[in-house]
């Protein structure tokens, strides 16, 4: 062969080796982070079941020998394997065949007892591999940034905290059934070169054979694996938007047609699935007639063509069904981790998209607003979209503040920076003269009530909605009590049979949609806070509830910061300050006589609302 060629094929070797002990040591090390310690000490076991199989099978030399011959006690049949006869007699034992069997019994025993905790142990890391993961994804998605997060796949985020977590778990134990079976083929090799070289390797060839055949279906598994994952974020989504639209889809014919996508993504999903089935069930069925050929072939040869005796290579034979046993294993259970390889990949995806989308969170703590919160030069972009263009505003404590302005203005996204939900990129936010940069957010928002267009209600009672699943005590019946009355809802909890054990179903299902609102409203007033945000809070409700809902929050000025976006300019009539915005710009700001006789376009909304 040509000297180029022969180093191209070199070069190409030791890529091939290089890429599959990198990608081998990243899932390693994949592992490690979330396991430690525990994948040394399942390793162990495995090893230690090993060589335990390893010296129950040693002790059929001997028998094999007895059988052909009672009367012959002499072990040197063993070969390089006669250490274990001899530490038997030091320990005061002869090697008869009663002696025989009774180790034969405690090496297998022991190996039965050493299989039960390296499974029972294998059980344990799996479940606490999952459980790790999901608290580790649930504390990350917490501290993802509420601008990434908007933007982010639903679909993907359901799937890979429940199906892909699970998958994961199914990587973990075919990656760890590799290693072990990897450890069983090397301990059942080593025993097998010590009795018969010649027919170790010859073996040794034929199962690395074999690991050709498989590497085609190998690199097929894994694409499968990657469609299959990328099948569930999409059948995923497509369910979530089924069920939070189906009022609409229903009420507009359109649910058979929406359905047919589903249907769609049903049918992918059986798909990528089946041919992941077909892939291990074609390295399931080869594996015993693979491993019967190689072993005849071997065996013929060692017979006829290098006249070798029929006994060691009996005792070699037990050794290397072991070993040719768990190599086949091996490449059925790696064949297993590559199908759920691509469940791998995007957890380790998701998992440093989270990381890199970490919400930047201040020291500080916030105990209470004490003066006031001042917006200096803020600008915000979406993209390279501007939202907000040189903000300037100082709200005092205790002040009442709206917001109003057609859509699109930015009030949302203004309010949505005051609540902390998105951070101050240009400009500076200080509260109570401390840049809130530097403030624990997390600290400032449970000190803050905040009402949406959109109202939240848990598949829940109405108590659990209001106290956010506080203890029923007689101190919380109060505040529940207090707070349903001032959002006008105590009346109609009181007229259900089950009062306010009353369960509201599926995003409150059972509740008129300004019911819902009062409900959400009765749940920031039933907290402890310093600031309420109104996000078009009363939008939902008929214009005598609207009204009944106002006086009551009226009720809470001076007692509260209260900010307020609304379209319906009844609802601002009393507020303390009325901050007008237009393409993103604060316009103007005065109390509602003074934008009345200052600001026309003001006047403009307040006339076509027939106020």
Known sequence: MPWGRSNRIWFIIHNMIKKIIEKSLANFLYFYKNLGYRIFLATGLSLILGILDGFGLTMFLPLLEMVSDPSNSNQESMGRLKFVADYIEAAGFSMNLTTVLMFLCIFFSLKGLTNFASKAYRVYVRLYFIRNLRLKMLQSLNEISYKKFIFSDIGRIQNTMTGEVERVGAAYRAYFWTVEQSILVAVYMGFAFVVDVQFALLVSIGGFLTNLIYKQIYKKTKGASRILTKDSHNFQSLVIQHVANFKYLKATGLLNKYSSKLRNSIFDLENSKRKLGIHDATLSSAREPILIIVVAVVIMIQIEYLEASLGPILISLLFFYRALNALMAMQVSYNQFLAVSGSMENMISFQQNLEQNKEINGKTPFETLKKNIEIKNLNFNYGQEKILKDVNLIIHKNETVAFVGPSGSGKTTFLNILAGLIPVEEGLMLIDSKNSREIDM??????????????????????????????????????????????????????????????????????????????????????????????????????????????????????????????????????????????????????????????????????????
């Open 442 to 611: 997390h600290s400032f928002q449970r000190r803050l009530g905040y009402i949406t267009q959109e109202p939240v209600v848990f598949n829940d009672t109405i108590f659990n909605n209001v106290t956010f699943w506080a203890e029923p005590s007689q101190d919380n019946i109060n505040k529940f009590s207090v707070a349903t009355e001032k959002a006008s809802i105590k009346d109609f909890i009181e007229s259900l049979p089950a009062g306010y054990n009353t369960e509201l179903g599926n995003n409150g299902i059972n509740l008129s949609g300004g019911q819902k609102q009062r409900i959400a409203i009765a749940r920031e007033l039933y907290k402890g806070i310093d600031i309420l945000f109104m996000d078009e809070a009363t939008s939902a409700l008929d214009s005598e509830t609207e009204m009944v809902v106002q006086q009551n929050i009226d009720q809470l000025k001076g007692q509260y910061t209260i900010l307020v976006v609304a379209h319906r300019l009844s609802t601002i009539r009393t507020v303390d300050k009325l901050v007008l915005m237009e393409n993103g710009r604060i316009v103007k700001i005065g109390d509602y006589e003074s934008l009345m006789q200052d600001a026309p376009k003001f006047r403009r909304m307040v006339e076509l609302q027939e106020l």
